[in-house]
C-alpha cells in the first residue's frame, strides 16, 4: 500500500514537473468543439462586432450549428469567419445577425437561411448589407435616456417653439420672401446652363493657367525688377517730371508769342507755292532738258570735266505775282 502511495506520489510529480517545464495554463487547453463532423468556411462582414468573441455560437432555428473561429478588421468592416456544419446549406440570400443570449448574456450569431438563390460554397463570403447586429443594453440604454431626457424631441419642440414665434405676425413678409426665393430658385434653375458653361470656361482658364505657370512666374519676376529700378530711380524721375513742368511754362508762351508771326509767314509763302505749282509742267519740261543735256553732255565730252554756259531766265514778276490782274 505504501509503496502504490509513493508511485502515485512520484507520478504527480513528473506531472507537475513536465508541465511547468512546458508552460501550460488553462488558456492553452482547447475548449471542446461545438459542431460535430465536417464543417465549411464562410466569411460574414459586419458592421460592428465589438461584443462577439470567438469562439462563439453560431445558430439556426435555435440549434447550434457552427462556430466562429475569428474576428478581423477589414475594409471599414468585421469580417468573422464562421465554421459551419455541411448539414447545413446557406445560399447567397441568408443574413446574419450579432444577437444576445439574454439581457446582459454572452453574443452569438444568428444566420437566417435563404429561401432563393444559389448555394454559397466553402470560403464564400456574405457582404455588410445581409447582415446586422440586435439591440444590446447600450441601446437600450440610450433609447431610455432620450425618453427621460428629451433627447432631440425636446430639441424639435424648442425649434417649433421658435418658428411658431418667429412666424406670429410675419406671415406676408415670410411668404413674400419664399416666394422670391422660389423666384431665385427657378431663375438659377433657367440660367444653369450657362452657368455650367461659365464654370467649364473658368476650369479651361486656370487649366491653361496652370500650364503658363513658369511664364507668368518669369513675368511677374521682371515685372518686380522693373518696381526695383523704378523705385531706385524715383527721385530722378521726380526730378524729369519737374524739369519739363518748368519746360512747359516757358514753351507755352513762346509758342503763344510765335503763333501770329508764323500764320503771317505761311500766309507770305502760299503765292509762291501756288505759282510754283502752277509753272509744274514747265518746270518739270526745264528739268527733263537738263537731264537730256547732262545725258548729251556726258556722250559729247567723255572724261572728267566739261565746261558749258548754262543761263536761266526768271520772271520775278511771275513769281512774286498772286495770279489777281493788276
Known sequence: MIGLRRVAAAAMLLLGALTAGCGLTL?????????????????????????????APVKLDGATVGQVTAVEAGDYVAEVELAVSTAVRLRDSSRAEIRLTSPMGTAFVQLFPGETGAVIADGATLAVAATGSAPDVTDLLSALSTVVTGGSFADI???????????TGNAGDVRRLLGRLDTAVTDLNADFPRVDRLTAALDRLTTRLAGDLPAITRSLTDLADLVTTFDQQREQLVAAMASLSRFEAVATPLTQAV????????EDMRPVVRSLLGGRA????????????????????PGDFANFDLT?????????????AP
Open 282 to 301: 514747265d518746270i518739270d519740261g526745264v528739268m527733263a532738258g537738263l537731264v537730256a543735256f547732262a545725258e548729251g553732255s556726258d556722250r559729247a565730252a
Open 259 to 266: 503763333r501770329s508771326d508764323l500764320v503771317a509767314q505761311l
Open 27 to 55: 488558456e492553452d487547453v482547447p475548449l471542446p468543439g461545438l459542431v460535430r463532423g465536417p464543417t465549411y468556411q464562410v466569411t460574414i462582414e459586419f458592421a460592428d462586432a465589438l461584443n462577439l468573441p470567438v469562439d
Open 312 to 324: 536761266f531766265l526768271l520772271d520775278l514778276k511771275a513769281l512774286t505775282s498772286t495770279g489777281r
Open 157 to 167: 419642440s424648442t425649434i417649433i417653439d421658435q418658428l411658431n414665434l418667429a412666424l
